[in-house]
């Protein structure tokens, strides 16, 4: 019996760019996918220019313009237009270089989360049996206990400081990306291609690596845009806890912290923070959801038959 002959490599480019222009067209037509990105360009736009948009340093104190109201209020001033907070550091040029820092936990966090996910999701799902097991019950334990507790319990152990915080949010969010990673693995191991390698000689690295990987990337980027939010929230709440980022560092949990007693006579100093947090949650929550609708074929094909559906109609009428 004669092997199937692979497809040209101009019917392989052809069937990629039909792929990409359908996830193209599903991702443009999700409603929240402007929204999401033009918020977080916004945000990676305030966090790459702090140093240029920031009126002024985020550390330096004036204890002549102790709380001072943002600039259209009475009492406020242009020299600093959001604000001041409870030492007189400018509100505007915290929340800028807050930014840069809340975004970059949220990167090192996912990024180290994802990686280490990925790599025990692939060895779990590949050789099963006892790895698999074992990580999986690994896995259990640690989805056990409440993430932000299990991460205020790891940052109290080691130290609290920024560089463990970021470890804390990593460690609880591995189950996530290795339970995903395995359910791909698990779907994608019976198909025809992977077989086909195996005969074609291909060793494990490069079945797990090359051959499974790809194919099971599309819920992976869709869960890490997702699960970014949720670093940076987990972010805040320890540094709101004092497990964070410590003062006089501008980190958004923080400033929160640092802020409470006074929301009665100065609202602006915990309202500002948290519209911070909120808009980067709600931009990143958009853009997964985006992707979600782009990249998983059956919401795709399932709002590409209702579009369809919806131009007969209208042609009907």
Do not use: K
Not at 13 to 40: D, E, Q, T
Not at 57 to 81: E, K
């Amino acid at each position: 019996m004669r092997a199937t002959p692979e497809l040209p490599a101009p019917s392989r480019l052809a069937a990629a760019s039909a792929r990409l222009h359908a996830a193209w067209r599903a991702f443009r037509g999700s409603p929240g996918a402007l929204p999401g990105v033009l918020l977080i360009a916004l945000l990676v736009l305030c966090a790459l220019g702090a140093d240029v948009l920031a009126p002024h340093s985020p550390i330096v104190q004036d204890q002549g313009a102790i709380l001072r109201p943002p600039a259209w209020l009475a009492g406020g001033s242009w020299n600093t237009p959001l604000g001041t907070d409870a030492v007189g550091r400018d509100l505007l040029s915290r929340l800028l270089h807050g930014a840069r820092l809340s975004l970059g936990i949220g990167v090192f966090a996912v990024a180290l989360a994802l990686l280490a996910g990925v790599a025990l999701g692939l060895l779990a799902g590949f050789y099963g049996g006892w790895v698999d097991a074992l990580l999986m019950r690994l896995a259990d334990v640690l989805l056990a206990v409440p993430s932000l507790l299990l991460a205020i319990a790891i940052v109290a152990v080691l130290e609290p400081n920024l560089r463990n915080a970021i470890v804390a949010i990593s460690i609880v969010n591995v189950p996530v990306y290795l339970r995903l990673t395995r359910a791909a693995v698990l779907a994608e191991l019976p198909r025809a291609y992977v077989s086909a390698a195996r005969v074609a000689g291909a060793g494990p690295a490069h079945l797990m690596l090359r051959t499974l990987l790809p194919n099971c990337a599309s819920p992976l980027i869709v869960q890490a845009a997702l699960g970014y939010s949720g670093a940076v929230l987990d972010a805040a709440a320890l540094g709101y806890l004092g497990l964070g980022a410590q003062p006089p560092t501008p980190e958004w949990g923080t400033m929160l912290a640092d802020a409470m007693q006074f929301m009665q006579r100065a609202w602006w100093v915990v309202t500002f923070p948290g519209l911070a947090i909120l808009l980067t949650v709600l931009g990143f929550n958009l853009l997964g959801d985006a992707l979600r609708d782009a990249l998983d074929p059956r919401l795709r094909d399932a709002a590409e038959h209702a579009g369809a559906l919806g131009a007969a109609a209208g042609g009907a009428r």
